[in-house]
T-cell receptor, first 106, second 113 residues
Framework: GIQVEQSPPDLILQEGANSTLRCNFS?????LQWFHQNPWGQLINLFY???GTKQNGRLSATTVATERYSLLYISSSQTTDSGVYFC????????FGAGTTVTVRA | DVKVTQSSRYLVKRTGEKVFLECVQD?????MFWYRQDPGLGLRLIYF???????EKGDIPEGYSVSREKKERFSLILESASTNQTSMYLC????????????FGQGTRLTVV
């Protein structure tokens, strides 16, 4: 099956810092999503981004489908950004990366 | 907004019990999925369904079955719960094969004792 790799596995940030999370995938995909898992375990949709660039407030994402990667940018990080960020791709079925755990310190 | 609702947030069951986890979506989505999430193992697909009464095995179907009698409801069944099925269970839905953006429920933390 398709392999989805996220990096880094862990990220510790000072409040106000910027960061980039990466997602690599091993085959062509129909779509790509970024999620944030909140402290209660629910997956919150951040971006549905098969290709191109999207922005939502302090978050933005870019997918380069031909090169099989996507990037999630967090700017001016806040403590509420802490949590696990997942990349997931659809190649017949939805497959997840292992996630990046982000900790933002005040 | 799409709403995916799982019947329980927390559940404690005894070994050997038959357990039903229910998931309902309110947006007429064709596709529904069940995942389990475990520390160090990420999210793994158990079963999915592309239509009523249709089901397909995911990556880890052993010990589970599913039922989809109505479009909006997808049930995960643990025929005889075991302690290794203690986990976080997540249900998701997406519109159809053309639009595959998935939306998740709030999750069910199942403990089997």
């Amino acid at each position: 099956g398709i392999q989805v790799e996220q990096s880094p596995p862990d990220l510790i940030l000072q409040e106000g810092a910027n960061s980039t999370l990466r997602c690599n995938f091993s085959d062509s995909v129909n779509n790509l999503q970024w999620f944030h898992q909140n402290p209660w375990g629910q997956l919150i949709n951040l971006f549905y981004i098969p290709s191109g660039t999207k922005q939502n407030g302090r978050l933005s994402a870019t997918t380069v489908a031909t090169e099989r990667y996507s990037l999630l940018y967090i700017s001016s990080s806040q403590t509420t950004d802490s949590g696990v960020y997942f990349c997931a791709v659809t190649h017949y079925k939805l497959s997840f990366g292992a996630g990046t755990t982000v900790t933002v310190r005040a | 907004d799409v709403k995916v609702t799982q019947s329980s947030r927390y559940l404690v069951k005894r070994t050997g019990e038959k357990v039903f986890l229910e998931c309902v979506q309110d947006m007429d989505h064709e596709n529904m999925f069940w995942y389990r999430q475990d520390p160090g193992l990420g999210l793994r697909l158990i079963y999915f369904s592309y239509d009523v009464k249709m089901k397909e095995k995911g990556d880890i179907p052993e010990g589970y079955s599913v039922s989809r009698e109505k479009k909006e409801r997808f049930s995960l069944i643990l025929e005889s719960a075991s302690t290794n099925q203690t986990s976080m269970y997540l249900c998701a839905s997406s519109l159809d094969q053309g639009n595959t953006e998935a939306f998740f429920g709030q999750g069910t933390r199942l403990t089997v004792v």
